[in-house]
């Protein structure tokens, strides 16, 4: 990936300190580096532990919000051309859960 700008910085910082925090065993999180952007997977299985965590949710992290689905799941994108690319891991992921 190119260097990060200064905004993209933060965003990746701020991803990255929620990917460590605390996660129950009803979610999880992940940020993954996928063709030159990072991807930030959050799902929070609907418990409300970590539904809390999202409350104090980082400005820098919003504006590269996504999308959301059912059962508590928020994908972020922070990178160039980030819609390709969530489309892309979208689909490798339903690939993947497909096989």
């Excluded at 965003?11 to 996928?34: C, F, K, M, N, Q």
Aim: with cysteine; aromatic share 10%.
């Amino acid at each position: 990936m190119a260097d990060p700008g200064p905004v993209e910085s933060r965003a990746l910082a701020a991803a990255r300190a929620i990917v460590a925090g605390p996660w129950s065993d009803h979610g999880s999180a992940s940020l993954t580096e996928y063709r030159g952007s990072w991807c930030l997977r959050l799902a929070t299985g609907g418990w409300s532990g970590n539904e809390e965590a999202l409350d104090g949710f980082p400005i820098e992290l919003r504006t590269y919000w996504r999308m959301s689905a059912r059962g508590g799941l928020h994908i972020y994108g922070i990178g160039r051309c980030v819609a390709d690319v969530i489309s892309d891991y979208a689909q490798a992921e339903k690939e993947d859960a497909d096989a």
